[in-house]
């Protein structure tokens, strides 16, 4: 079985007998500023630095490929209410610069 990705413990998958993968993938990214005000004028803006990035994406689990798609949404709420952080890497490549939560 080649895997297609991963977040965390989750392996995306697409073979003859399994399918666990995501579509509709998407990422934004953000800056940070700050606005100084300056008496009599406008304010003036810095960047501070980066912000967050997000990523969202849908994932499929069908009966018909051997998954139990109550058991795999399961463990994606149980990830989810622990508040762990998962790498995400996409074919075989690390996604961001840190964990996703």
């Known amino acids: 079985m080649s895997s297609l990705g991963n977040l965390g413990p989750v392996v995306f998958v697409a073979t003859h007998e399994t399918l666990r993968t995501f579509q ?3 990422r934004s990214s ?9 008496l009599g004028k406008k304010p ?4 501070i630095g ?10 499929a689990f069908d009966a018909l490929y051997g998954l139990n798609p109550r058991k795999e949404l399961n ?3 149980e990830l989810e209410r622990a508040g ?5 890497a996409i074919g075989g490549v690390g ?7």
Not at 51 to 57: A, M, Q, V, W
């Open 95 to 101: 996604i961001g610069v840190y964990m996703w939560s």
């Open 24 to 26: 509709d993938f998407t």
């Open 30 to 38: 953000a800056s940070r500023y700050a606005d100084h005000e300056i």
């Open 44 to 47: 003036k803006s810095q960047w």
């Open 75 to 77: 463990q994606l709420v």
């Open 50 to 59: 980066p912000g967050l990035d997000t990523i969202s994406f849908s994932m």
């Open 84 to 88: 762990k952080a998962l790498p995400l």
